[in-house]
């Protein structure tokens, strides 16, 4: 019931909405398929990834320069990024068969660093610095880079990723991912292979955030290397943590959030760049000091994030006017 | 010939400022197990206030700098008890997306403050080349090495020689151990982000004098991770060697080899470190294995 109106707003939205808002729409749907994947890494299987932003770049690169430059299909070229970026996720994931927790996080930052390198240095492949114009996706006679025929993309590709994912963890695959986060020796005693559980957790983790990135650079109609800094990946973390680590509705609604504030105060300084141009000069910087204090506030205050504050909001209404559930003890 | 005495000052100069930015960083971690993010913003808030004090007030170098250190110190410990005290104990996720958290409200902070345009303070160390046999080399960057040097000696004798250095030490060494002996943990970790905001400060000085005060100067955080892996976490002496090394490294690729090869060639050895001798050249070996 719930879910049936939900996904009816979502098929009346785009019929309703501005171009504004269906614009921020598509950003959350790629942005929650990209929370998603990293939520698989790091939230499932534990292993704390920087390098969010250079597998996007992977994924973007690929798909545009295969349509470019080999002029497949948009449809193979975005299926090929994925498993390209899964190829290049396993192999930085490799030294997490030798390293944990923050040596592991500080070698995704150095994997991000390389990238990025590979990716501005290797002009002859990627155009350098030069911004890549990616030629329009197209279905049916219908351009798909509109908003409005970009939405369906999104929110179908966004929605089968959640699908997915949420069946992965009712798998043996997905169990024993959060087998091995929880304690990965006791993984390893009960019959999990760990080497091969985190890589096969870097390779689904990094497919979907190679998907993020190919419809970045489909939407986006062009490409250039600053939209995959270090800076995207913490963005990223920044989404499943405000999310909820290890949650599915945790990565939409981190997504949602952390895409929605800089957007609603950018608002705010076009509302006031003609009374109080000097407040409105201020906007960047309070962007992104918002953007650390609700990280911190998070971390200091609910860890778990906003799928735990939406818990807590439906059990309060659940259970009201009682204080608990029969049966559970304070 | 020439060239070699040139890249050799450059770097070993680049170096002794990383060196001064890892060591905050190794003292914060070898204190509470906290590897911080905002360890480049440390630096640029140390720029931008030194500049404040010399330029917008208009002090003398020797109080703007000391100034600037007393500042830094109460932001060390302020956010120490602001931000990381509710969080001893949590997952490293945590800890490093809250040091990360940080890192944005402190550059924001300096931005909205001063705006993005680059400044420039009145320099204290020296300018202009120096002959140095028939190589032409910066004098600032020459005037670091020993500057650096001499502090960061300074503060090997403080982990040394002081009670409160002494205390530090032992927490790192066993925490069990130093509770039982009557030493305040919440106190000494007050004082390893108080010392390590202050190294900060004192790097991001040196740093502002030689590139000028930009919002670039917040890059060195990133730059800090080769280093400190490649002397080791834990060790002193290993920010010192690790930041000379790097340093050396950055500028004989950028001078012989080029390509924007200066880049990269830290991150490259991060990686050799990490996969071959995770605990660096100096750090102790308890790392955990897989």
Not at chain 2, 54 to 82: F, H, K, N, S
Not at chain 2, 238 to 261: K, N, P, Q, S, T
Request: glycine share 12%.
């Amino acid at each position: 019931m719930r879910l049936g109106l939900f996904m009816g707003a979502l098929l009346v939205f785009p019929f309703l909405a501005s171009p504004y808002w269906l614009n921020l729409a598509n950003q959350i749907a790629i942005a929650t398929i990209g929370a998603l994947g990293l939520n698989i890494l790091v939230g499932y299987t534990g292993q704390v990834s920087l390098g969010q932003g250079a597998f996007m770049a992977v994924g973007a690169y690929t798909s545009a320069l295969l349509t470019l430059r080999l002029g497949l299909p948009w449809g193979v070229s975005i299926v090929a990024a994925c498993f390209a970026t899964a190829a290049v996720g396993v192999f930085f994931g490799l030294p997490s068969l030798r390293l944990k927790g923050l040596y592991l996080a500080i070698s995704t930052l150095a994997a991000q660093e390389i990238v990025e390198w590979v990716v501005t240095h290797w002009t002859a492949l990627t155009g350098g610095v030069e911004a890549v114009v990616v030629p329009a996706p197209r279905l049916f006679g219908q351009r798909l880079n509109t908003d409005f025929g970009f939405y369906w993309l999104g929110i179908v590709l966004a929605g089968g990723t959640a699908l997915f994912t949420a069946n992965l963890f009712r798998s043996r695959i997905g169990r024993s991912f959060v087998a091995v986060r929880d304690q990965d020796i006791a993984a390893s005693v009960i019959g999990v292979n760990v080497f091969g559980t985190k890589l096969l957790a870097f390779a689904t983790s990094s497919f979907f955030v190679g998907l993020a990135g190919a419809l970045t650079a489909y939407y986006r109609n062009i490409i250039s290397w600053e939209r995959f800094t270090f800076e995207t990946s913490i963005l990223y973390l920044a989404m499943i943590i405000v999310g909820g680590l290890g949650t599915i509705r945790g990565s939409l609604f981190g997504a949602a959030l952390i895409t929605l504030l800089p957007a609603m105060i950018g608002r705010v300084g076009q509302e006031l760049q003609g009374s109080a141009p000097a407040i409105a000069a201020l906007l960047p910087s309070v962007q992104q000091a918002v953007f650390g204090i609700v990280i911190i506030l998070f971390l200091v205050f609910e860890p778990e994030g906003l799928s735990k504050l939406w818990r807590n909001v439906k059990d309060y209404f659940y259970v009201w006017p009682f204080a608990y559930r029969r049966g559970e003890g304070r | 010939m020439d060239q070699f005495l040139q890249l050799t000052v450059a770097g070993l100069g680049t170096g002794m400022i990383y060196a001064l930015a890892a060591v905050g960083f190794v003292v914060i971690y070898k204190a509470s197990d906290v590897i911080n993010f905002a360890q480049g913003d440390l630096l640029l808030f140390g720029t931008y206030l030194v500049f404040f004090f010399l330029v917008q007030v208009g002090l003398p170098w020797t109080a703007g700098v000391l100034l600037t250190m007393l500042v830094a110190a109460a932001i060390g410990l302020a956010v120490e008890r602001t931000v990381l005290r509710p969080l001893i104990g949590e997952p490293i996720i945590s800890m490093i997306m809250v040091t990360i958290g940080l890192s944005s409200v402190l550059r924001a902070v300096v931005h909205g403050i001063w705006g993005p345009q680059p400044r420039t303070f009145p320099p204290f160390l020296p300018e202009g080349q120096v002959m140095l046999g028939s190589a032409v080399v910066s004098a600032d960057r020459l005037v670091a090495i020993p500057l650096a040097l001499a502090l960061l000696g300074g503060l090997a004798l403080f982990f040394r020689r002081t009670r409160s250095g002494i205390a530090m030490r032992a927490i790192a060494d066993d925490q069990q151990a130093a509770l039982s002996m009557g030493i305040s943990i919440p106190r000494v970790f007050a004082t390893a982000w108080a010392l390590a905001a202050v190294t900060a400060a004192i790097g991001g000085i040196m740093l502002g004098n030689i590139v000028g005060v930009t919002p670039n100067v917040a890059q060195i955080g990133l730059r800090v991770f080769p280093v400190v892996i490649l002397g080791g976490l834990d060790s002193i002496r290993g920010a010192v060697v690790g930041g000379a090394i790097i340093g050396l490294l950055e500028f004989y690729a950028g001078g012989y080899i080029g390509h924007g090869l200066n880049l990269i060639v830290p991150y490259v050895v991060l990686i050799v470190v990490l996969m071959v001798r995770p605990y660096g050249l100096f750090g102790r070996e308890i790392i955990e294995r897989v």
